[in-house]
């Protein structure tokens, strides 16, 4: 027979395991009874608006609508036992997402949304036995529009003042633009601008047929640029490449013929004879570069030059038989790039006048 302490000892931690057993009973029936009490609970969900569409062959874009108040949340007092209220709000990450043709109309225009109606349908909702006992708002406008596209032509615009030789051409010459159908409607015929900064221009090389890369494109009508995603049209592509040639600042032409005139030394005049060798009496086939504007004025004789062949007392008095023209009266941009030619002549002195033995008698 066991003595009596031991038979204390075992009664002991027999009632312990009991004691023990039933605290943990009574916890795991006290959280049971918890997660299945109906409880509440205040959630924010971010409004996402989504344009979409079942149908393949269109394509929508969707917005608040303008000149409405839009919360882009809503605050949503759920109610539910605390197990499907947990579940619930893992599975709604935070936000709602309104997609048209499903919980928004597929069809151009103003759409009032029922937001109780839509939340009640959402499947972390319903699934999980949770409901809605109120909202911050139980109504949201939306506008929906179709996406659509165009092809419309790019026109490259100079600015003032910048003269070509030659046609401009945009590469490619047409973009596609998608965005809202009332939107491309306002585009339709018009073309899409390609302006290259004079500073863009300032690096070409007049006379050469270069390629600016990289024109940004811009519409002919303002276009708010704040607009949400895919409301705002899209150029694709937004730049092109333009290949134009910058008329030259200067040109170069030909003077034929010009006559060359003597220009004796003050004071020489009457004293001598100058008489230019045969055939160097012009001066032919002369180059010459500057302005094109200038150089037309020579070519249709609005500007007269003078060849020039100057001879000085020294000159005279020397008796030299040749010495390089002068070409004067040029416009000071004008140069001459011909090598002016030395020509020959010759140079006597003019006669003494013989006297009259008649009319020196007194």
């Not at 499907?84 to 935070?94: I, K, P, Y």
């Not at 585009?187 to 300032?202: H, M």
């Not at 490449?241 to 004071?267: F, H, N």
């Not at 100058?274 to 504007?293: K, W």
């Amino acid at each position: 027979m066991p003595p009596a302490s031991t038979n204390k000892k075992i009664g002991f931690w027999a009632h312990f395991r009991t004691v023990i057993l039933v605290s943990f009973l009574a916890i795991l029936i006290w959280l049971l009874a918890e997660s299945r009490m109906v409880q509440t609970r205040m959630v924010e969900l971010q409004i996402v608006l989504v344009g979409n569409s079942q149908d393949p062959q269109h394509r929508y874009v969707v917005r608040p609508a303008v000149g409405e108040h839009w919360a882009a949340s809503i605050d949503v007092e759920l109610e539910g036992s605390l197990a499907s209220l947990d579940q619930a709000s893992r599975d709604l990450r935070g936000r709602v997402q309104l997609i048209v043709g499903d919980q928004i109309p597929s069809r151009p225009g103003i759409h009032d949304l029922d937001m109780r109606s839509i939340l009640r349908n959402l499947t972390p909702l319903h699934s999980h036995g949770v409901s809605i006992r109120s909202l911050s708002s139980d109504l949201a406008k939306v506008e929906v529009d179709e996406l659509v596209s165009i092809e419309l032509p790019v026109r490259v615009e100079l600015p003032p003042g910048v003269a070509l030789d030659g046609p401009v051409r945009s590469i490619p010459q047409t973009i596609s633009l998608q965005g809202p159908a009332a939107q491309i409607a306002i585009l339709e015929g018009r073309e899409v601008l390609a302006i290259p900064s004079p500073s863009l221009l300032s690096t070409l090389t007049p006379g050469r047929l270069e390629t600016i890369p990289g024109v940004a494109l811009t519409v002919p009508i303002a276009i708010d640029a704040s607009q949400v995603q895919g409301w705002a049209p899209v150029m694709n592509p937004s730049r092109v490449d333009i290949r134009l040639t910058i008329r030259s600042l200067t040109q170069t032409a030909v003077i034929d013929r010009l006559p060359i005139q003597v220009l004796l030394a003050p004071g020489e005049v009457g004293r001598w004879n100058v008489a230019l060798n045969p055939g160097s009496e012009d001066l032919v086939s002369i180059q010459i570069s500057g302005p094109s504007e200038t150089l037309a004025s020579i070519a249709d004789g609005s500007i007269i030059p003078s060849a020039i062949l100057s001879l000085s007392f020294q000159d005279l008095e020397r008796g030299i038989s040749t010495k390089q023209v002068s070409l004067l009266g040029l416009p000071e941009r004008v140069q001459i790039l011909s090598d002016l030619p030395e020509i020959g002549f010759t140079i006597s002195p003019v006669p003494a006048p013989v006297q009259d033995p008649a009319a020196a008698t007194p």
